[in-house]
T-cell receptor
Framework: GESVGLHLPTLSVQEGDNSIINCAYSNSASDYFIWYKQESGKGPQFIIDIRSNMDKRQGQRVTVLLNKTVKHLSLQIAATQPGDSAVYFCAENPGGGNKLTFGTGTQLKVEL | DTGVSQDPRHKITKRGQNVTFRCDPISEHNRLYWYRQTLGQGPEFLTYFQNEAQLEKSRLLSDRFSAERPKGSFSTLEIQRTEQGDSAMYLC?????????????FGEGSRLTVL
């Protein structure tokens, strides 16, 4: 499944499928990007981050891709599990500063 | 538990009352952030501290809002004369802050409901 994040705020996938969540960031001077997962009633939880000198970074079952040309970030989750159901936020540090600015988020729903 | 802790987790108050939230960051972290999150939206930056110095404040932080970190450890966020529009989740985060922006570790938040 694939989502454009801001335009399709809900992504539904079958358990075991791969998920792709997309994010368009706004500031070309941002040099750090991060994905957070937020479950209902909880604070955001770190998933993976990437610096602007990279275009791909892999973690456990997750991959982040960065395309600076079009200011696009994506999160790929392999073999999506019910526990992955949550809202996913991308964030950037605008202007290379010391704070993070968050996108609107995408709700991921994993169907059994 | 050595994560970021926030207190109280929930606060219900009447319009016009003052409320204060406390955040205890991860002990070795020198940067502390406050964010606000409303339903269905991403967290919005309010302010951040490097040790005890408040280095940046958002335009969202009106005169009714004040944040302190007096000894560079815990922080408080006070909202005076609360309004219904202040109802939100107030999130605290901390980071090591060595040079470049790094991962922010978030607490579970303090949910404010203004009646």
């Amino acid at each position: 499944g694939e989502s454009v994040g801001l335009h399709l705020p809900t992504l539904s996938v079958q358990e075991g499928d791969n998920s792709i969540i997309n994010c368009a960031y706004s500031n070309s001077a941002s040099d750090y990007f991060i994905w957070y997962k937020q479950e209902s009633g909880k604070g955001p939880q770190f998933i993976i981050d990437i610096r602007s000198n990279m275009d791909k970074r892999q973690g456990q079952r997750v991959t982040v891709l960065l395309n600076k040309t079009v200011k696009h970030l994506s999160l790929q989750i392999a073999a999506t599990q019910p526990g992955d159901s949550a809202v996913y936020f991308c964030a950037e540090n605008p202007g290379g500063g010391n704070k993070l600015t968050f996108g609107t988020g995408t709700q991921l729903k994993v169907e059994l | 538990d050595t994560g970021v802790s926030q207190d109280p987790r929930h606060k219900i108050t009447k319009r016009g009352q003052n409320v204060t939230f406390r955040c205890d960051p991860i002990s070795e972290h020198n940067r502390l952030y406050w964010y606000r999150q409303t339903l269905g939206q991403g967290p919005e930056f309010l302010t951040y501290f490097q040790n005890e110095a408040q280095l940046e404040k958002s335009r969202l932080l009106s005169d009714r809002f004040s944040a302190e970190r007096p000894k560079g450890s815990f922080s408080t966020l006070e909202i005076q004369r609360t309004e219904q529009g202040d109802s939100a989740m107030y999130l605290c985060a901390s980071s090591l802050g060595r040079g470049h922006t790094g991962e922010l570790f978030f607490g579970e938040g303090s949910r404010l409901t203004v009646l």
